[in-house]
């Protein structure tokens, strides 16, 4: 925070600048290596975004609401994630017209239903190798369940927000919709280039900065 004017928060843009280039190199460091990045995002204001993004680098993504357990108990989501896909397939190739119209109606309600739980992870064959939050407040359940099962986590985190257990904190505004936009695309930009860089073998994973500290607290303040 470089400073407050009428109540407001000012972030410090020099900070902003450094901690997004970090989380930049990390981020291309990922995918040169064929590794996978989630996109988190369920705010109404970066939905669209997150989707959008995601989808242009061929990244899972969740925008919808966070699917419990889809970290710590991804083996039970992921048979819900294959669920998804069988029925889309017999959809497709006209497997599910031998169905009377009340069944096929069926099948195209679970099939919308699914798509709508778990529709971004749909190519989420394994664990990612990163999970990247547009807004830290809002996903503390992704990040929780994240830091459980060990995963490096990038996020937008605002002045409201503890950056604890993150491993690359985004400073900047999460509530509205250019900062978050403007964040996305940089980080999807990033994907994009180190996707169309020489790949290298995947020999040792990219190093991961440490998640930041909780804030100790002192004797007097504890008081």
Do not use: C
Not at 24 to 48: C, F, S
Not at 67 to 73: K, Q
Request: hydrophobic share 40%; glycine share 6%; no cysteine.
């Amino acid at each position: 925070i470089f400073t407050s004017r009428n109540g407001v928060y000012i972030l410090d843009l020099a900070k902003n600048v450094e901690k997004l280039h970090e989380a930049q190199a990390y981020i291309h460091d990922v995918v040169k290596r064929g590794g996978m990045i989630l996109y988190v995002g369920t705010k109404n204001h970066v939905k669209e975004a997150v989707k959008t993004n995601a989808s242009s680098v061929g990244m899972p993504y969740i925008n919808e609401h966070w699917i419990g357990g889809l970290f710590t108990n991804f083996k039970i989501v992921s048979q819900t994630i294959q669920k998804l896909k069988d029925l889309k397939a017999k959809q497709a190739s006209g497997d599910l017209k031998k169905y009377t119209k009340k069944e096929q109606l069926e099948f195209a309600r679970e099939i919308d239903r699914l798509e709508h739980l778990v529709g971004g992870a749909a190519n989420l064959t394994r664990l990612p190798d990163a999970v990247f939050v547009v807004g830290a407040k809002a996903e503390d359940t992704a990040i929780r369940e994240a830091r459980r099962v060990g995963l490096p986590i990038i996020a937008l985190v605002d002045s409201n927000t503890s950056p604890e257990g993150i491993h690359y904190v985004i400073p900047g505004n999460d509530d509205a919709v250019k900062s978050t936009t403007i964040i996305t695309e940089i980080v999807t930009s990033m994907i994009r280039e180190a996707q169309a860089a020489p790949k290298e073998p995947p020999k040792t994973a990219p190093k991961v900065a440490e998640a930041a500290p909780s804030k100790e607290v002192s004797k007097d303040e504890a008081k």
